[in-house]
C-alpha cells in the first residue's frame, strides 16, 4: 500500500462551514479539498505573497520602477486582440475559450479546469475538468460571482493526469500557485482574466434588481470602457447604465468582502492574461507574462486580428474625484451620470490610461476598505505595488 502524503490526510471542510480567512474568503474552493493542508500559506487573504509567488512562476517579481510593470506585472508583451471569427455566447471574442479547445485538441494537456453553470441558474458557477471542446465551449461566459475553482483540485490528483490547464481569477490562482509543486503534475499551464467587484450569488441578485431595468432575464454584463454597465439581455438587446448613476448607497456592500480587500486585479500569476480594459472597445487586452504564456498565445495567434496596445487622456483628476463617491456612497442623479459618462467617454482615459483608472480607484477604495476594517492586516496585506499606486492619491482618513 503506498503511504499517504502529508495533505492527503488532511480533510476538506463542509460546504457552508467557516472558512480559515473567515468573511475575507472569496471562496475559492481549496478548503473544499485535503489541500486546505497548506492554507496559511496559500490563501490569498491570510498570506499576501505576490512578490514570491512571482519570482517561483516568471523567475523574477515585477520591476517596481518600469511603470507598466508596476500596473500590469511581470510581463514580455502586451497586444489588442480580437478573434476573426467570435464565438458566439463567449463573454467577448472568446480568445479564452479558443486558447483552451487548441490546447486540449494538440495533446498539450490531458483537461482544463475551467466553470460551467448549474442547470437551473445560469450565474451558478459549476467548476469542472473539461476533457472535451464541447465541455471548454459550456464553460464560456463569465460567471460573475465568486467561484470554488480549486474544488476539483483533489480530482486532479486523483485522476492522475500530468498535463492541466487552469483557467481562473486571482485569488484562485494565488492558492494554485502556492500548492502548485505538491500536485504532482508535469506541466501547469494558466490562464488568467483580471477580476474584480465580484459578488457572492445572493449579492449579485441585489445588484442585478437595483441596477438594471430587467433582472432576470441578463445573461451577461460588463463594466465597459465607455464608463457604462452593458447589460446583454435575453432578447439581444444592450441595457447601458452609467458607472456614475450606480445606486452607490445601496450597492455600498454588495461587494464581497473578499474582493473590497484584493489588490489582484491583473492575475499577477498566470502566464497569458486574457481581459478587455487595457484595449480600444471591442477589442480584447492581453498580457504575456511568460514563456509559457508565448507558447499558449502562438497556438491561435493565426486566428486573431492583432494591433499594439494604445494609451490616451489622463485619469488621475477623474480618479482623485471618484474617492469620495467611493467611500461616501454618494449617488448622483441619473441624467447628471449620463452627462458625465458622455463627458468623460469622449475626453477621458482610453487604451492603458483606462485600465490604470480602474486599478487606481479600485486600488484606493480597497485600500481604505482594508484600514478601515482589517488595519491590522493593512501592512503585510497590501503588496508594495499597490501601495505606490494608492501613494499618489490624497484619501480621506
Ligand atoms: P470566454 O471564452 O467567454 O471564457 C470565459 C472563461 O472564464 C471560461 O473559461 C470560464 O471558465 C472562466 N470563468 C467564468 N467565470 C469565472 C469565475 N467567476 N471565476 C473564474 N473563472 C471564470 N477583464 C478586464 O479587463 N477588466 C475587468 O474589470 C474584468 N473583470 C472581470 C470580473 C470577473 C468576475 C470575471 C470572471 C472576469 C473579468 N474580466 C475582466 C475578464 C473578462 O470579462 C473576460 O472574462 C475575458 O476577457 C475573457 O473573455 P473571452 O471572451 O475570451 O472568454
Ligand atoms: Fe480557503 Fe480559498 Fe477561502 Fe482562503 S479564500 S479560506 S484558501 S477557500
Ligand atoms: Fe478573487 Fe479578487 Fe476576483 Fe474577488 S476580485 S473574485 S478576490 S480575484
Redesign the pocket.
Known sequence: MTSLTPHQKAKALKPGSRRPAKELCSECGLCDTYYIHYVKEACAFITQQIDTLEEQTHRRSRDLDNPDELYFGVHQDMMAAKKQQP?AG????????TI?IEMLNRGLVEGVV??QNSKEDRFQ?LPVIARTPEE?LA???????L?P?LSILEQVEKSGMKRLLV???GC?IQALRAVEKKLGLEKLYVLG??????VSRAGLQKFLETTSRSPDTVVHY??MQDFRIHFKHEDGSIEKVPFFGLKTNQLKDVFAPSCMSCFDYVNSLADLV????GAPFGW??IVVRNDTGKEMLDLVKDQLDTQPVMSQGNRQEAVQQGIPAYDKGVTLPMWVAKLMGVVIDKIGPKGLEYARF?IDSHFTRNYLYVKRNHGEKLEAHVPEFAKRIVGQYKLPE
Open positions: 464565438i463567449a463573454q467577448w471574442t472568446g480568445i479564452v475559450s483552451a475551467c466553470v458557477p471548454i464553460a464560456r461566459v463569465n460567471k460573475p460571482t467561484s475553482n483557467i481562473g481569477v484562485q482574466t483580471p477580476c474584480v467587484d465580484n460588463e463594466f486574457v481581459g478587455y480594459m480584447q487586452w480602474s
